[in-house]
């Protein structure tokens, strides 16, 4: 098993920017996501997955739902605004540079 | 987003609270749920699988208070810390009343200072430019601060090159002739640009124009704004109407403004020209100067150019003018100069004393927050943040202070209308701008700036000592940090100082109220109790003769003296108890003369004044009623003249001779001293003449009763108008309210009154403090204590324990008071009267009070000490 890695800070809000492009997702749902799509090398603490729902909903970046599971349950689904999608795509070329940079030191070196 | 309807969205969120918090409980529980479902697909027995879904999800209290955070207001967070607060300090009413009461006092002592610091020295003077004004004096070997002559006046207003202009100014009584009577008024007299030099516009009518102060032009006045109110109802018809002063027509020009005061004339209510004392004599001094000092030109320039004019005019008028100077001095100096010291140094005192009590109550929030450590750390384990935590304690100092401010300035505002009512009137008068006190503008920032020093003071408290290592410790009640006894030998000091200051306060409070009481009852040479007083003042013109004068003081006392309840009457031309004054030169017929001056006090007195007063005769006779020009004329003197010209002579059966003249008068009686000075002032040599003798038209009269004499009061001012409706009648008072209300009465009391609440608010916090820190040093022992009582010891033996830590402080603080006291009385022995500066009652029974309020203090924090179960003491560890 790969070992797992902290998050860089700041960028939980990206990631689950990023995941709710494809589809509108519950809470569990994203968690369940970003530990997939990241084949398990990073992991949140996942109730903090809660308050940076809250801040992106005041932010009005995400949109909430309350709709019923496959399974029949009620679960709050989030969905991405289009003010959303320009602020990921805000984060993602800053995220971009940032990385760029970063390597390019490290090559460098 | 925009920040509004970010912020709309957070008041949804407000609103509908309730369904915020379902929503985020089902939504986390839903993830709770899903997460241990996977783990039981994974083959997890049940309880495992809740716990590892747990685990996953972290600390859902923390996340749901971050998820609130977020979505939250500020306030909401300060409204739940503001009613956590709250809650604390009701669970500890005495300790909220204790911090809350010093902060009160702190405050308010402050701010009532500082109100009237404010008045009198920041307040801008209501003239323009009012730092470029300056008074003149002639300054006499005498002393700086002497009239000038009208002709030195007009010169110095001419020959000068510094100022814009010139003027004078004189305080003046004059009496005031009404429809139903004369009665005195006051006011002053000026010359004609006087108004125009300080930039003072009358708010109705006109100034004074120029030349109306000249000989023959028509009388013209100007009304202050209280006169115009009281006399004519405000009302604006009143120019061009005639007031009688002085039995003269003058005719109203206008008013001055409501908030014009020139305090050096103060109380004044009528300004009139100087026309009627223009004269050519240099020697008739009668008029200060004020001037505008032209731009451009420095304080000292000005005074250099004056004085070389004085200098030349003495050297012009030697007869008249030799050694007379010019002296000149800022108008601010000569109105507030006296009182600028005092309040100074009253600021600075309530300031220390401030200072102390915020440290104090500082004091007693560490106590506090020492003995809520274990709250704290559970707390923190709990997930509260540090932030979180010091800002609740942020706001249980803010709760305290911001109380403390609103009860401080409340008791600031009825302080300082208190302290100005006790104020006696004739000295509020000299003080106008103190009229302008009261809880304005800069007050309250004052009050804001010192609520929020405080404020700081007390946050930074306990944050400091709220660090994250401590709040571990709490849990396990480990070892002390090194702050707590830093904090220790700090309080201690604190205390020690505390106690001093609070000794030397309280045995000056002692010794300056035992001198108030012996003033109050200083031998006077007369009995103050049963006699009323009542000044007469009649017109010169209508009692010409020594005969009609004479007529009217017989009409009065036989009149007063039929009145019910009356035992006699008398009548002195200056009542006993006043500055002294009013005094001749005279010559010993038969002693040598060495060209030695000697002067004495006279008064004019009736034959009736003595008995009436109840004064002592020591040798030969009073005077009789007939004895008058017809017969030859006479002196008593008092004990103090006899001792002092007639060492080992018999006075009485000698003669005297008065001022220049040849005329002898005998000597026919000495009486006991009657104190015609202050109470505190050493009795000074007098003579007293008959009144019939040399008749006056001005002066007071004394009756003696047997009943209450406050009541007679009202029936002796209605006998004078009977008389004569023309006649003034003021100053009815009584003899006891003569000596309460004087200016050494009123000095010694309200010294002792200040020291007095100086020293009580000082020894509150010597006490208060020693509490905190006998306290805080208890807590910190517990264990100690606990071990001690473990291995045996007794619970007496815990209480000396404390005791002794206690009465080591207060101990040093006593002892160092009585060394600061016995220097800082020596200081103060001018204040003193009666009692001596090293008095030992009064050390040994402040000392007294003093230890038991410490032994007070202290024997709580021990009580708790004692009351400490050992077991559960150690258990704690």
């Known amino acids: ?109 | 987003m925009s920040l509004a309807s970010r912020k709309l969205r957070k008041l949804m969120v407000l609103v509908r609270r309730e369904q915020f918090n379902r929503e985020l409980e089902e939504e986390m529980s839903f993830h709770r749920e899903e997460a241990e479902k996977e783990f039981l697909a994974d083959g997890m027995k049940a309880e495992d699988a809740r716990h590892a879904a747990n685990r996953r999800f972290g600390n859902d209290a923390q996340l749901r208070d971050q998820a609130h955070e977020t979505v939250g207001f500020w306030f909401e967070g300060a409204l739940q810390d503001f009613r956590f607060a709250l809650r604390q300090l009701r669970k500890n009413p005495g300790f909220a009343a204790t911090a809350i009461l010093i902060l009160t006092l702190g405050i308010g002592a402050s701010v009532a200072i500082f109100g009237f610091v404010d008045a009198a020295l920041i307040k801008p003077l209501p003239y323009k430019n009012p730092n470029r004004l300056v008074v003149l004096f002639e300054s006499i070997p005498l002393g700086p601060r002497f009239h000038l002559s009208y002709p030195d006046y007009v010169d110095w207003k001419r020959e000068n090159k510094v100022f814009q202009s010139l003027d004078v100014y004189a305080p003046y009584g004059f009496m005031r002739s009404t429809s139903t009577g004369t009665e005195q008024a006051v006011g002053a007299r000026v010359s004609d640009g006087f108004f125009r030099t300080l930039g003072v516009v009358p708010v109705l009518g006109r100034d004074f124009r120029q030349g109306e102060d000249q000989k023959n032009s028509p009388r013209a006045v100007l009304l202050s704004y209280s006169a115009w109110l009281r006399h004519y109802g405000g009302r604006k018809d009143i120019l061009g109407q005639t007031v009688i002063l002085d039995g003269k027509p003058n005719t109203i020009i206008g008013v001055l403004p409501r908030d014009f005061h020139f305090a050096p004339a103060e109380p004044a209510d009528y300004w009139t020209t100087l026309q009627d004392f223009i004269s050519d004599c240099r020697g008739c001094h009668g008029f200060f100067g004020v001037a505008r000092l032209k731009d451009g030109i420095s304080f000292n320039a000005a005074f250099a150019n004056i004085k070389g004019i004085a200098d030349q005019l003495a050297r012009q008028y030697p007869d008249s003018n030799r050694d007379q100077k010019a002296f000149m001095l800022p108008m601010s100096e000569v109105i507030v100069g006296d009182i600028r010291p005092v309040l100074l140094v009253l600021l600075s005192g309530v300031a220390l004393l401030l200072l102390i009590a915020t440290v104090n109550v500082a004091s007693l929030l560490l106590v506090r927050s020492e003995s809520r450590r274990r709250e704290i750390a559970v707390r923190g384990a709990l997930g509260a943040s540090r932030m979180r935590l010091i800002r609740q304690f942020v706001t249980e100092g803010l709760v305290l202070v911001a109380t403390g401010s609103v009860l401080g300035l409340t008791a600031a505002y009825w302080g300082m209308h208190l302290f100005a009512h006790y104020i006696p009137k004739d000295m509020m008068a000299t003080m106008p701008y103190l009229q302008g006190l009261g809880l304005n503008a800069r007050v309250l920032l004052f009050a804001f700036a010192i609520s929020a020093m405080a404020a700081v003071l007390f946050s930074l408290t306990p944050a400091l000592q709220l660090s994250w290592a401590e709040m571990r410790e709490g849990l396990t009640e480990g070892g002390r940090g090194h702050a707590s006894t830093m904090w220790r030998r700090f309080g201690s000091n604190l205390v020690v100082i505390e106690l001093t200051t609070a000794m030397v306060l309280l045995v000056g409070a002692g010794l300056l109220g035992q001198s108030f009481y012996r003033l109050l009852h200083v031998d006077i040479g007369l009995q103050s109790d049963h006699l009323a007083m009542l000044t007469v003042g009649a017109q010169p013109n209508t009692y010409q003769k020594d005969e009609q004068r004479i007529a009217l003081e017989r009409q009065m006392i036989s009149r007063i003296s039929a009145l019910p309840g009356v035992k006699s009457a008398g009548l002195s031309t200056t009542l006993p108890i006043g500055d002294g004054d009013g005094t001749t030169g005279f010559q010993i017929v038969g002693h040598p003369s060495h060209g030695e001056h000697m002067e004495v006090a006279i008064r004019k007195v009736s034959s009736g004044y003595f008995s009436t007063l109840q004064a002592q005769l020591l040798r030969g006779r009073y005077f009789a009623e007939d004895e008058d020009k017809s017969k030859p004329e006479v002196v008593i003197i008092n004990e103090a003249m006899a001792t002092q010209y007639f060492r080992g002579e018999n006075p009485v059966g000698m003669a005297i001779s008065l001022g220049d003249g040849d005329q002898h008068v005998e000597i026919v009686g000495v009486v006991k001293d009657l104190q015609e000075g202050q109470l505190d002032a050493a009795s000074r040599s007098a003579m007293y003449v008959p009144y019939n003798q040399g008749p006056a038209t001005f002066f007071s009269l004394v009756v003696r009763t047997s009943q209450d004499e406050r009541s007679i009061l009202p029936a002796l001012t209605s006998i004078i108008h009977q008389i004569d409706p023309t006649i003034a009648a003021f100053g009815a008072a009584t003899m006891q309210e003569r000596i309460h209300d004087s200016p050494s009465a009123y000095l010694h009391r309200s010294a002792a009154w200040l020291t007095g609440g100086f020293a009580a608010l000082a020894l509150l916090l010597g006490v208060v403090g020693l509490y905190g820190v006998i306290a805080y040093s208890v807590s910190q022992r517990t264990r100690e204590i606990g071990v001690r009582m473990a291995l045996g010891a007794q619970r007496g033996s815990v209480y000396r324990l404390v005791m002794w830590e206690a009465g080591r402080l207060t101990v040093i603080g006593i002892g160092g008071g009585v060394v600061v006291s016995l220097a800082v009385t020596m200081l103060m022995r001018k204040l003193l009267f009666g009692v001596r500066a090293w008095d030992a009652p009064t050390l040994i029974g402040v000392s007294v009070v003093l230890a038991v309020a410490a032994l007070l203090a202290s024997y709580l924090p021990a009580r708790r000490a004692a009351a400490v179960n050992p077991v559960e003491a150690l258990r704690a560890e």
């Open chain 1, 1 to 109: 098993m790969p070992k797992k890695s902290e998050l860089l800070p700041g960028t939980l809000d990206m990631l689950i920017l990023k995941t709710l492009t494809r589809a509108p997702l519950h809470g569990y749902g994203i968690a369940q996501s970003i530990k997939r799509l990241s084949e398990d090398v990073l992991t949140v603490e996942e109730g903090s997955l809660y308050p940076a729902l809250q801040r992106l909903l005041l932010q009005g970046w995400v949109k909430a739902e309350w709709k019923k599971t496959e399974t029949n349950r009620r679960a709050r689904y989030y969905t991405l605004t289009p003010e959303g999608r320009k602020q990921l795509g805000e984060e993602l070329s800053q995220f971009e540079v940032m990385i760029a940079a970063i390597g390019r030191v490290l090559q460098d070196a």
